[in-house]
């Protein structure tokens, strides 16, 4: 009950990002009294937490954000989004699952955990930020790159982004694919378009080479990730006007991409293509997020004890969806998972988690740590 009355208190604010609403003053003032040292790092206009117990190695990270997305429509939720309700089992309410119970499970794991082994070995952190689910540039990647300007490391990483499919435990994801954008700009000559032997419509001139792209194979995946895909999300060119040849066609496309390939490789292959097509064009490529593993090993085996001893399943590893603030993590932190609620509601109208799930949600962080810090 205590997880589910700090989950409710977090949720009350409404911390649409990257606005904290004082979310992070309620887990400072819980940290404090467990004798955290606090680093509250300020970057424009998005508050950061970096909280640390104890200075000895092994460093257990518990990584999180306050932040949500907008809500959507009101009227369309069955309850106030930010006044947290509870109705047949179900606790609603925007960020329920993404991510303030994970926040709350943070946090009275570690309590239950340090009144159990005041004299534990190794050191516990938290890094949390309110800037997640927006543009992501002043948050966790910032407070990761002051870590490692004064070389502060993690051993250990637990995300708290909702990961499972069907119920708690069943999914950890241990790594996320990559993500590389690009901007192609195909040129032409505008023209009449009575008169095509004129002018040269970079339509046309880009179709073949675009049609090449989309059935290649760009890798087999690995034992983790599936095979690399590339995607066109956007395609503009033209005045508008029936009657113009354009002279230009832009084109967005994407990668998301495995360990199976490099930054280097894909943007080469590419460009091969347009160059072999014979193509006029401007590239644009634009990194968000290199891809990230943490193979079986201590962390990944610590959390499916935690998960097993708990609620008595054996959780599946998955690297699929999207990117996440573990991207940045791994920069200093070699093994980094996701464990969080199941995942069916989020960003949804009447997001909600299982409230049986909360207290669960809090005994596998709890266990995770003991594993990690004394073994079992």
Sequence with gaps: MNTLELAQSLIARRSMTPDDAGCQ??????????GFSIERMRFGNVDNLWARKGHASPLICFAGHTDVV?????????????????????????????????????????????????????????????????????????????????????????????????????????????????????????????????????????????????????????????????????????????NVIPGSVEILLNFRFSTASSVESLQSRVHDVLERHGLDYDMEWSLSAKPYLTPKGSLVDAVASAVKSSMGIEPELSTSGGTSDGRFIAD?????????????????IDECVAVDDIPALHAIYMKTIAYLLNGK
């Design 70 to 242: 907008p809500s959507g429509p009101i009227e369309k939720w069955k309850s106030d989004p930010f006044a947290p309700e509870i109705r047949a089992g179900m606790l609603y309410g925007r960020g329920a699952a993404d991510m303030k119970t994970s926040l709350a499970a943070f946090i009275t794991a570690i309590e239950a955990y340090l009144e159990q082994h005041p004299h534990h070995g190794g050191s516990i952190a938290l890094l949390i930020t309110s800037d997640e689910e927006g543009i992501a540039v002043d948050g966790t990647v910032k407070v990761v790159e002051a870590l490692k300007a004064r070389n502060e490391t993690i051993d250990y990483c637990i995300v708290g982004e909702p990961t499972c499919v069907s119920r708690l435990g069943d999914t950890i994801k241990n790594g996320r694919r990559g993500s590389l954008s690009g901007m192609l700009i195909v040129k032409g000559i505008q023209g009449h378009i009575a008169y095509p032997h004129l002018a040269k419509n970079p339509i046309h001139l880009a179709a073949p080479a675009l049609a090449e792209l989309a059935i290649m194979q760009w890798d087999e995946g690995n034992e983790y990730f599936p095979p690399t895909t590339w995607q066109i999300s956007n395609i503009h060119g033209g005045t508008g006007a029936t």
């Design 25 to 34: 003053e309620i887990l400072i003032e819980r940290l404090e009294k467990m």
């Design 332 to 348: 200093i932190c070699p093994q980094v998972i996701e464990l969080g609620p199941v995942n069916a509601t989020i960003h949804k």
